[in-house]
């Protein structure tokens, strides 16, 4: 009975040790987002969707799939739905097209992928972790990025497969009013990051970057650095907001730096880089994740479409900033 006990506790040690704690972070884009300009209805479809995206990665993540596989396939939920400014419900560009942009980064190896600029590629975040996986390149941009998803196998859509009525009306009303931007329509950039159960980090990003966008203009999403980035020594970070703010912050990688150089717990961090944003006078949110599960949602927009969870069964999906 005493040996039996004794096994039994070696066991559970055993068992305890080994299993690593796995978690996630997602985002659906920053901007003006308050409960007086959203109904309940639409709400629940944002929450329901968010949700979808969550509990996907939890059970990839329990069933022992790597952070990279889950980052991508977590971030197709949100490229396939209308609701997000990426994939799907891409906005439009000044000449009422749909150009994205994504990237995807592992913090093991730092190796890195990002397409920019893609017409007909229905999942840009995939085509990122192609770069990332079977080239030799970090970025690749339009029609060269489209010949090589297609050489891979992924799947190329008609253009007309991005169009959505309300992201086209939104383009309209802009140009009619002659403004060049409108924060309200450019949130819905999705991102996610991953800690894994082999204790990787992972964070991947894909947009449609910001409407009425011209002359071939690329955000923060595709920069590694910029918009993605990911270091097991630090964290793992993905962004939204207007990207020529931080593409010129560095952002993703100085959150990183702060932490590794600085010592910064993973929230202050982004809390100093949200300082910084806000400070340049540029608007949007962060999510951030380090090597222990602790997680960081930051913003500085009156919401951000965003959630996490743990595999200790902590989970939180939040919308306002409340
Ligand atoms: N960061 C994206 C860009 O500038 C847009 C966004 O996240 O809302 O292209």
Do not use: W
């Not at 997000?84 to 000449?95: D, I, L, M, R, S």
């Not at 990003?205 to 270091?231: E, F, L, V």
């Amino acid at each position: 009975m005493k040996k039996t006990l004794i096994l039994f506790f070696l066991l559970t040690c055993i068992i305890y040790g080994y299993s690593q704690e796995y978690a996630m972070v997602i985002h659906g884009g920053a901007g003006v987002i308050s409960r007086d300009r959203m109904n309940e209805e639409a709400e629940q479809e944002y929450r329901s969707k968010l949700n979808e995206a969550l509990m996907l990665g939890d059970s990839l993540l329990k069933n022992g799939v790597v952070c990279t596989e889950v980052v991508a396939r977590v971030i197709n939920v949100m490229e396939n739905s209308p609701l997000f400014n990426a994939g799907k419900g891409a906005v439009f560009t000044n000449k009422g097209t749909n150009e994205m942009d994504a990237s995807i980064m592992e913090g093991k190896t730092l190796n890195a992928g990002a397409v920019a600029g893609v017409t007909d590629i229905k999942n840009p975040i995939n085509a990122a972790k192609e770069v990332m996986e079977n080239s030799e390149h970090v970025m690749l941009s339009g029609t060269g990025a489209s010949e090589f998803a297609k050489k891979q196998g992924l799947e190329i859509v008609p253009a007309k497969y991005f169009f959505t009525k309300n992201r086209y009306e939104s383009l309209q009303r802009l140009l009619q009013q002659e403004r060049e931007r409108e924060e309200k329509d450019n949130m819905g950039t999705v991102g996610c990051a991953v800690l894994d159960k082999y204790g990787n980090l992972c964070a991947g990003t894909s947009t449609g970057g910001m409407t009425n966008k011209k002359y071939g203009r690329i955000g923060d999403s595709p920069i590694i650095g910029a918009g993605t980035y990911a270091n097991n020594k630090t964290c793992a970070v993905s962004c939204t907001g207007h990207g020529e703010y931080y593409i010129r912050l560095g952002f993703a990688r100085d959150i990183s730096a702060l932490m590794e150089y600085k010592g910064l717990p993973v929230k202050e961090a982004c809390r100093e880089e949200i300082r910084k944003l806000t400070e340049m006078g540029g608007t949007g949110g962060v999510i951030g994740i380090d090597a222990k599960a602790n997680i960081a949602m930051e913003f500085n927009t009156s919401g951000m479409f965003r959630g996490y969870l743990k595999s200790t069964g902590e989970k939180e999906i939040a919308i306002f900033a409340e």
